[in-house]
Structure formats: C-alpha cells, structure tokens
C-alpha cells in the first residue's frame, strides 16, 4: 500500500510541471486553460507553444508611447503581471531585475495592473528598475491573453525567441527556477 501511495505521489510531482496540449488553441495563438492547481506550467516540445500577440499598451514612464512584446524581436521575455500594491511582486522585482541584468538574449516587461500611474511610477524609481512596464490599470491588455486569469498577480509568462508561451508561473517567481527556464530558451534555435 506505502509504494502504491509513493507512486502516485511521484505521479502527481511529476505531472505539477507537465504540459497540456489542451493549453494551446489549433490556430497557434496561446490559449491558457486552468491548469488543475499548479502554479507552474511548462509548456514543451517547442512546436506544442502558443503564439502571443498584440500585447502592447502606454508604457507606464512614457506616457504617450507605446510598448509591447513585438519590441524585443528574437528575444526571450519575461512578461511579468504586477501591481505596486502587491506584496509579492515587492519581493520578486529585484530578481527580475538581476535577470534583465545578467542573462544575455533576455528581456523583461511588466504588466502593471489595478494601479495609478503615480503609485507605480514610484515603485519603479524607488527599487531602480530599467526595464519598462505597460500601464494597464483596467487590465484589458492582460484580458487579451485568452483564458489567462485577470486575479493572479503576481504572476509571469516567459515567452521563448518566437514569443511563445513556454512558461507560466502563478504566483512569485523564484530565480532558481526562473534562470534556468530562460537560459535554455536563450539557447533553443531561433
């Protein structure tokens, strides 16, 4: 009975960072499905990824211009859901931040929801980050990622060179799990 429960335990491990392919539309185009509870999903081989488009908005430290994935063309991204008022997203910023920093081929992008531009404007200046974030205070940028959940903040999606999902972290990322993820998409072929 004791190696009937370790087996299922170690089923159950291994299916937490598994792949669905129900979790990409026919079309190419990402399509996130309720992943059962897991808060991290792997989306592997390359060709089963979701494409991501059209996200883009008003930068938030530049208001008038636009920002949005198709700006790092050939580059790993780290679009990352966040808000000044979020507590996790106070501890991860400075890991997404070291990662913009030091891993080449990489590019992060925030996602600012539920905020005023002030109070998030602030948060940036205050922890010193360079990379820019889109304003989305109504979240409609975020409600363009289909079925994605517009409740989970913090959380990311790591985009491989082809801007498809690869990753999707629902809750705070950690960076030892984080770095490894995009330094093998850095060095999958374009």
């Keep these: 009975m004791r190696r009937l429960a370790l087996a299922v335990v170690a089923v159950l491990a291994l299916a937490g960072c598994s792949t669905s392919r129900d ?8 399509t996130f499905v309720a992943p059962g509870g897991q808060t991290t999903i792997l989306y592997d081989p390359p060709a089963d990824r979701g494409r991501v488009t059209g996200i883009s908005g008003e930068s938030l430290l530049n208001p008038g211009t636009e920002v949005g994935v198709d700006d790092y063309p050939g580059q790993v991204v780290i679009l990352n859901v966040w808000g000044s008022w979020c507590g996790p997203c106070r501890d991860e910023m ?20 539920r905020d005023s531009r002030d109070a998030a404007a602030d948060f940036v200046r205050d922890r010193g980050l360079t990379f820019d974030s889109i304003y989305d205070s109504p979240a409609r940028t975020l409600a363009q990622l289909s079925g994605y959940p517009r409740n989970t903040t913090p959380s990311t999606l790591v985009l491989d060179k082809q ?8 809750t705070q990322i950690r960076i030892t799990e984080l770095i490894p993820v995009v330094e093998r998409l850095v060095a999958e072929p374009a």
């Design 163 to 170: 801007h498809r999902v690869a990753a999707v972290y629902l």
């Design 94 to 113: 400075p890991d997404l931040q070291f990662v913009q920093d030091s891993v080449e081929g990489v590019s992060v992008l925030g996602l600012d929801v």
């Design 23 to 30: 979790a990409v539309a026919n079309d190419g185009e990402f």
